[in-house]
């Protein structure tokens, strides 16, 4: 059993990857805050006598299943009634993104020039564009495997599939990638 202190703790680690991993799969911030923290809940209220190390997966797959939820959700309403947030053009003026800013005021960028920091931005704004542009299985793979950073059988019982999938994949999500980024210039 999970003591409170460990689920705390636990919740804490994956608060700000899950919310990254949820934005990129719904494209919706408010959204997203809300579907994390209701995993987040959901957690803690029905898996908390759970032990500490069953926690990430009974997580991942809490946090998958209300993505898929909402989905499912957004399409009864769609059929039902026309959103009229699909006539309005693309709002640039809400390009904050809350995560960057934190990992800035952590001082881990504090050494490096403008210049630097600049073109770091916009080198990963580009990579989460690309990113946001994979399939819905090819972006939860390589989330889950490289943000997560879950191995292949964490994935696969998270995603609800198999571990050849997941190796599926991720390796098409990697090439994808791999051939976006080498379109616009930026080799890592």
């Excluded at 689920?7 to 990857?17: A, H, P």
């Excluded at 032990?51 to 989905?71: V, Y």
């Excluded at 990992?103 to 210049?115: F, H, N, R």
Aim: hydrophobic share 40%; with cysteine; aromatic share 6%.
């Amino acid at each position: 059993m999970a003591t409170d202190k460990e689920l705390t703790d636990f919740l804490k680690s994956v608060e700000k990857r899950a919310f990254k991993r949820t934005v990129y799969a719904m494209r919706d911030e408010e959204g997203a805050l809300d579907i994390v923290q209701d995993s987040m809940i959901r957690l803690a209220e029905k898996y908390a006598d759970r032990p500490a190390a069953e926690l990430p997966l009974l997580f991942q797959r809490i946090l998958s299943n209300a993505t898929m939820d909402w989905f499912r959700r957004q399409k009864v309403r769609g059929a039902v009634m026309q959103s009229f947030s699909d006539f309005e053009g693309p709002d640039h003026d809400g390009d904050f993104d809350l995560l960057e800013t934190l990992e800035a005021l952590d001082g881990s960028t504090a050494t490096e020039s403008s210049a630097d920091s600049v073109s770091r931005a916009q080198i990963l704004q580009v990579i989460e564009g690309e990113v946001g542009k994979l399939p819905a299985r090819q972006r939860e793979a390589f989330l889950m495997r490289y943000w997560e950073e879950l191995d292949v059988a964490e994935t696969a019982a998270a995603m609800g599939c198999s571990e050849g999938s997941v190796k599926t994949h991720c390796s098409r999500a990697v090439h994808s990638l791999a051939k976006a980024l080498r379109a616009k210039g930026i080799t890592l």
